[in-house]
Nanobody
Framework: QVQLVESGGGLAQAGGSLRFSCAAS????????MGWFRQAPGQEREFVAA????????YYADSVKGRFTISRDNAENTVYLQMNNPKPEDTAVYYC?????????????????????WGQGTQVTVSS
């Protein structure tokens, strides 16, 4: 199973920005669709963003669309999440996940059930 390690989370101010990453090891990174999910206290884990194997398609939850950007660098085996204009309600533990077998090479799932491997998560706290 591929190992995923998130890093770069932390504190952000509302209206600022934060970029954090997930580094993968194991199988060739470019074969995985990748996703970001988050879980706030007392809430279920929810979809945030996803990206296809070579980054040609991206998907976002409505709550973050226009503010967050998912990207990947397959040469570095890393996926990123850029948070612009974060809001206090974005405070959560953010998890990256790998889907070993996306249905299509240019597609990524928004459902956590399709993901096979998960990182340990990184805390992101947005202050007002």
């Amino acid at each position: 199973q591929v190992q995923l390690v998130e890093s770069g989370g932390g504190l952000a101010q509302a209206g600022g920005s934060l970029r954090f990453s997930c580094a993968a090891s194991g199988r060739t990174f470019s074969t995985y669709a990748m996703g970001w999910f988050r879980q706030a206290p007392g809430q279920e884990r929810e979809f945030v963003a996803a990206i296809s194997r070579i980054g040609d398609n991206t998907y976002y939850a409505d709550s973050v669309k226009g503010r967050f950007t998912i990207s990947r660098d397959n040469a570095e085996n890393t996926v990123y999440l850029q948070m612009n204009n974060p809001k206090p309600e974005d405070t959560a533990v953010y998890y990256c996940a790998a889907d070993y077998n996306p249905y299509r090479p240019n597609w990524a799932s928004t459902s956590q059930r399709n993901y096979n491997s998960w990182g340990q998560g990184t805390q992101v706290t947005v202050s007002s």
